[in-house]
């Protein structure tokens, strides 16, 4: 059977430098430079939605739009026709217990998780065993971030 393009994703985000970023209408709030997991889904194009995450220009209208402007995509993992993306964020809370939610209900405006971006202290070296445990696939990302 063919996969549909929809499911669940995860984006592995960067933040370079210590940064005050304004989400959308919240209080400023500070982001530890570092890297980020950002748990989201779409329900249909989901190809579209990941290509409307790496581009630049565009209207912003979801919190993680606003957290895009100053983070860089690192890595993109999906779990095609699967829509658990609040399970998902739970179960990264809990496995890396040390990640912490900058922001509350980041990206969880419509249901009862208390965030869906995630501050992994020391990140990067967990990603792989984190991405297996989550049973997620790494997509390619295609062309430049401009
Ligand atoms: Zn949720």
Excluded at 4 to 28: H, M, S, W
């Amino acid at each position: 059977m063919e996969r549909q393009d929809k499911g669940t994703y995860l984006l592995v985000l960067e933040v370079k430098e210590d940064q005050t970023i304004a989400i959308g209408r919240r209080p400023l709030t500070d982001f530890k430079k570092g890297t980020y997991l950002y748990v989201g889904r779409a329900k249909n194009g989901l190809q579209g939605r990941i290509r409307r995450h790496l581009s630049k220009k565009k209207k912003r209208y979801w919190h993680i739009d606003y957290f895009l402007q100053k983070a860089k995509v690192q890595e993109i993992w999906i779990k095609p026709d699967f829509f658990d993306e609040c399970p998902t964020a739970l179960k990264v809370k809990s496995l890396v217990k040390d990640s912490s939610s900058p922001l509350k209900k980041f990206g969880a405006s419509d249901c009862n998780c208390a965030s869906h971006l995630f501050y992994l202290p020391k990140g990067k070296g967990r990603l792989k065993s984190l991405r297996r445990t989550l049973s997620f696939e790494k997509v390619e990302i295609h062309g430049n971030q401009a």
